[in-house]
């Protein structure tokens, strides 16, 4: 049973508009929240991350927002460029763990 | 951007025939791990290192070992490589946390 979920395979946004990818999970035990960004050819980079005792965060043009009680966080983009063309990975990690898993991934295409 | 590199970063080889991945990192991560990207399946954990000499099994281990000597290094072997492990392999290290990946190894088996 897939234990974290991007429902949306693709999204494409106009440049200067908001970019909204959605992630949803299920493991309670997850504590910490991350979304990572994948070009094609390169590993993927760290982008923003928040933890389970916020529900905002915000860094630059990027925010990523949690919603503990709907085990659901969203990723904005504002204002969308179309360098941010990639693939983004949601991830919850269990901390006491040491690991993370990842979503299937939403492939984001901003039109110029 | 934490130093991590892999070597092949590209590599052809045949089924039935072991096949071994390195990985080295710069940053003195405690933690280490492998996965594998395939079409539609986003990022799967293979294995992953606690630190050294202690690993545990992810998601898709099956046919896969690794090996951790030192801090900075995590290998991954395929025992005896089938097609179905034909894939882009991504390793990453960091403290529990954030995780920096690797630029990745593309392994095709024939």
């Known amino acids: 049973d897939q234990q974290v979920k991007q429902n949306s395979p693709s999204l494409s946004v106009q440049e200067g508009r908001i970019s909204i990818l959605n992630c949803d999970y299920t493991n309670s035990m997850f504590d910490y929240f991350l979304w990572y960004k994948k070009y094609p050819a390169e590993g993927p980079t760290f982008l923003i991350s928040i933890s389970s005792i916020k529900d905002k965060n915000e860094d630059g043009r990027f925010t990523v927002f949690l919603n503990k009680s709907a085990k659901h966080l969203s990723l904005h983009i504002v204002p969308s460029q179309p360098g941010d063309s990639a693939v983004y990975f949601c991830?919850?990690?269990?901390?006491?763990?040491?690991?993370?898993?990842f979503g299937d991934g939403t492939t984001l295409t901003v039109k110029p | 951007d934490a130093g991590i590199t892999q070597s092949p970063r590209h590599k052809v080889t045949e089924t039935g025939t072991p096949v071994t991945l390195r990985c080295h990192q710069t940053?003195?991560?405690?933690?280490m791990y492998w996965y594998r990207q395939d079409p539609g399946h986003g990022l799967r954990l293979i294995h992953y290192?606690?630190?050294?000499?202690?690993?545990d099994k992810g998601e898709v281990s099956d046919g896969y070992s690794v090996s951790r000597s030192k801090t900075e290094d995590f290998l991954l072997t395929l025992e005896s490589a089938t097609s179905s492990q034909t894939s882009v392999y991504f390793c990453a290290s960091g403290l529990g946390g954030t995780q920096y990946f690797g630029p990745g190894t593309r392994l095709l088996v024939l």
């Open positions: 940053e003195n991560h405690r933690y």
């Open positions: 290192s606690y630190g050294v000499k202690d690993t």
């Open positions: 991830a919850a990690s269990d901390t006491n763990a040491g690991k993370s898993t």
